[in-house]
């Protein structure tokens, strides 16, 4: 059974860095690229990042192109989400997702808050 | 960037009736290699989104057959044949043909 399993999210101060990790099993994770999606308290999905199964290709969002830096480690089956210089408009729930054109699974989510 | 606008943003609906959803997008979303990646998902509060359907009109696995998906060029729907209770909750559409991906506002079901 596919699953994706995020952590690392919490509290952080504006300007702060967090790195988001999301496990992923049950599938042939190298052969999917995968994505993060975020959620604002009570927004809508906003797409934040995307990479190829290989790593060689990777998309960002406006709102986090310079800041945030996605990857993965494709021995141990972990996408992770680099968050640097984040801001108070970065607060959410952050999801990982297989695939990019239409995310089929989705993890739980995580929340970062930044605030002081 | 490829705006997605759905209507109505709120939906009361009544369980057995049906419903449906609009999804309009700002460019065309036929991809060069001929497909359409058009999806719509489902949430519940305080869970993760679910994917009902991908590329206009296929439904995922497990997803009622009381849901279907339609359209072509940039006009979308959603229509849910007789609603149920478990239907609550808010829908997106998101386009997966355009660099960056989108999603619309989202469209609150409630009975």
């Known amino acids: 059974e596919e699953q994706l399993l995020d952590s690392g999210g919490g509290l952080v101060q504006p300007g702060g860095s967090l790195r988001l990790s999301c496990a992923a099993s049950?599938?042939?994770?190298?052969?999917?690229?995968m994505s993060w999606v975020r959620q604002a308290p009570g927004k809508g999905l906003e797409w934040v990042s995307v990479?190829?199964?290989?790593?060689?290709?990777?998309y960002y969002a406006d709102s986090v192109k310079g800041r945030f830096t996605i990857s993965r480690d494709n021995s141990k089956n972990i996408l992770y989400l680099q968050m640097d210089s984040l801001r108070a408009d970065d607060t959410a729930v952050y999801y990982c997702?297989?695939?990019?054109?239409?995310?089929?699974?989705w993890g739980q989510g995580t929340l970062v808050t930044v605030s002081s | 960037d490829v705006v997605m606008t759905q209507s109505p943003l709120s939906l009361p609906v009544t369980l057995g009736q049906p419903a449906s959803i609009s999804c309009r997008s700002s460019?065309?979303?036929?991809?060069?290699?001929?497909?359409?990646?058009l999806s719509w998902f489902h949430q519940r509060p305080g869970q993760s989104p679910r994917r009902l359907i991908y590329?206009?009109?296929i439904r995922d696995s497990g997803v009622p057959d009381r849901f279907s998906g339609s359209g072509s060029g940039t006009d979308f729907t959603l229509k849910i044949s007789r609603v149920e209770a478990e239907d609550v909750g808010v829908y997106y559409c998101?386009?997966?043909?355009?660099?960056?991906?989108?999603f619309g506002q989202g469209t609150k079901v409630e009975i």
């Open positions: 997702a297989r695939g990019s054109s239409g995310p089929d699974y």
């Open positions: 049950g599938f042939t994770f190298s052969t999917y690229s």
């Open positions: 998101m386009q997966g043909t355009h660099w960056p991906r989108t």
């Open positions: 590329k206009v009109s």
């Open positions: 990479i190829s199964g290989d790593g060689g290709t990777k």
């Open positions: 460019q065309g979303l036929v991809y060069r290699d001929g497909n359409t990646y």
